[in-house]
């Protein structure tokens, strides 16, 4: 049986950290520039440096995105980016994620110490594909979304056993062939291969007959109408045991824009779930349900396996609606304690003395708690904090760790625009 990697993204500093706590093996990131989610926050030189010296401490490998299809004006300044990565040591990331060969080229180059890793935007859907980028000097190849689990098993059993095989197991589908999308460059003007999509496929549409310009008619799914382009997410807690036996050695997480509640959630799941399965696999079904409500307590879109067991039927689309399944809000992450019991918080969301709300811990316990006292950073006592990104100080009626999360369970859907 060969080792699986659980590979977990990070938009931020802040998500490395709890990525890493919460049960990564391994954690993607990208720089400022070169990566597919501009978007996302990112990270500086200088935060890349801590956040994989951080890693590192705790045995975590750190994979850097430099994925986008480059055109020339992208060329200088990809050599100079991948100079400075090369730089980094002692704690040089340990793998850049790329599909333009000539930034796989340039990176051979510059920065020969850190492996190189073949994007799913580079199309790999068969054996050969991966043959021929292990012989250029990859040493991982992420699989291109369309594949099943019989081609990839496939592709394991005629590619070098050195060479890695990474997969997406969960996380939001893209409508277009691996990823390569010109919708949101058509509407936008934001080219979605380099790294600036609005995710026009989450968008509501309507039908427009070439002689009546202008008279919009909507496909009515029902009253709120259609959502053609917008695909449930992919999960695949409940079959562990196929994505081992393909002989798959990184399942990956997608989710580079998201919060640090969804990628802890996310983590610890598959976290427990694949350590279960590996020691027995009779604990691994017995935990099932377990599994089942903690990946549904984070914002999702219902689930699909997406092509693993074959091509996806209109059952893994969303037409009647745009809007997240919601189970927690995420109120913010457990920072240093003082000698009297507060906990340095910066409020994700608004809560309030005296509410109900969960402490989320790393070991898969959920400890309900409620809020007992709030002060402000002048250590005055306020009644909840309203205000975004808001520093102050909790003391909750069982006392947290630092990385702790904080959460309030919800019933109810949220817009995919919010």
């Known amino acids: 049986m060969r080792n699986v990697e659980l590979l977990v993204p990070a938009s931020s500093l802040e998500v490395l950290k709890i990525a890493v706590i919460y049960g990564a093996d391994a954690v993607y990131i990208g720089g400022e520039a070169f990566g597919l989610r501009a978007k996302a926050k990112n990270f500086t030189m200088e935060e890349m440096a801590e956040g994989i010296k951080f890693a590192h401490d705790h045995h ?3 994979y850097v995105t430099a994925n986008i299809l480059a055109h020339n004006y992208d060329l200088d300044g990809v050599r100079e980016y991948l100079t400075e990565l090369d730089n980094m040591k002692p704690d040089r990331p340990d793998g850049l994620i790329i599909a333009d060969p000539a930034i796989f080229m340039i990176a051979g180059e510059v920065c020969p110490h850190i492996d190189r890793h073949i994007s799913t935007q580079a199309n790999n859907t068969n054996y050969g594909t991966f043959r021929f980028w292990k012989d250029l000097g990859a040493t991982r190849v992420v699989t291109a979304r369309e594949l099943s689990l019989r081609e990839i098993k ?6 070098p056993e050195d060479l890695e095989i990474e997969t997406f197991v969960h996380g939001a589908m893209c409508i ?13 003007g934001r080219d979605a291969n380099q790294g600036a999509c609005t995710h026009p496929c989450r968008w509501k549409y309507s039908v427009v007959e070439e002689k009546r310009p202008g008279e919009y008619l909507p496909v009515y799914e ?3 109408g259609t959502y053609i382009f917008n695909s449930k997410d992919l999960c695949m807690i ?21 919060t640090a509640l969804y990628v802890a959630t996310v983590a610890r799941t598959y976290r427990k779930a694949i350590d279960d399965y590996l020691e027995s696999p009779e604990k691994y079904q017995e935990n099932m349900p377990w599994y089942l409500e903690q990946i549904k307590s984070c914002t999702y879109r219902q689930f699909t396996t997406g092509f693993f067991y074959g091509k996806p039927s209109e059952e893994t689309q969303i037409y009647d609606n745009n809007t997240y399944e919601k189970g927690y809000t995420y109120l913010g992450i457990v920072g240093e304690k003082d000698e009297k019991g507060f906990c ?9 003395v005296g509410e109900a709300i969960e402490i989320m811990k790393p070991d898969g316990r959920n400890i309900p708690v409620t809020v007992t006292k709030m002060v402000d950073e002048e250590k005055t006592p306020i009644d909840s904090c309203p205000h975004s990104k808001q520093v102050f100080y909790v003391r909750l009626s069982e006392e947290p760790e630092e990385y ?9 859907a949220i817009p995919l625009e919010q």
């Open 60 to 62: 975590v490998k750190v």
């Open 344 to 352: 340095r918080m910066e409020q994700r969301n608004k809560f309030s």
């Open 404 to 412: 702790d999360i904080l959460r309030r369970r919800e019933e109810e």
């Open 154 to 159: 496939e592709i394991r059993a005629n590619i």
């Open 222 to 224: 029902n009253e709120r």
């Open 238 to 258: 409940e079959h562990i045991p196929d994505l081992i036996e393909a002989g798959i050695d990184s399942f990956k997480i997608e989710g580079r824009m998201k």
């Open 176 to 188: 277009s062939y691996s990823g390569r999308c010109l919708l949101s460059n058509y509407f936008t």
